[in-house]
Nanobody, 127 residues
């Protein structure tokens, strides 16, 4: 079992920045590929960014490319999502996810690929 706890959400004005953190516990962090998803009211959960277990490969949705950056700190068992130039349409509950990856370069972009999820953290961007 892997437990994931997100933090760092909040209310920010358009154009502002936030950094989300997700601390993992229960298993060897470096064995897991990590991802961030978000879900706005009335919408389906959507992929945001993902990172391989080595940290060497990342992938982001077109809607956030150039604005959001995913990274990991294996010493702290933590994955981050740095969000810059935030827009009102970024408003959502953001979820951290983890899945055991055999290959160090595997990146998962589908919610169905992930076995473990955090409880979510609310991000609200005002216009």
């Amino acid at each position: 079992q892997v437990q994931l706890v997100e933090s760092g959400g909040g209310l920010v004005q358009a154009g502002g920045s936030l950094r989300l953190s997700c601390v993992a516990s229960g298993r060897t962090f470096s064995n897991y590929a990590m991802g961030w998803f978000r879900q706005a009211p009335g919408k389906e959960r959507e992929f945001v960014s993902a990172i391989s277990r080595s940290g060497g490969r990342t992938y982001s949705a077109d809607s956030v490319k150039g604005r959001f950056t995913i990274s990991t700190d294996n010493a702290k068992n933590t994955v981050y999502l740095q969000m810059n130039s935030l827009k009102p349409e970024d408003t959502a509950v953001y979820y951290c996810a983890a899945d055991r990856a055999y290959y160090s370069t595997t990146v998962y972009t589908s919610a169905g690929d992930y076995d473990y999820w955090g409880q979510g953290t609310q991000v609200t961007v005002s216009s």
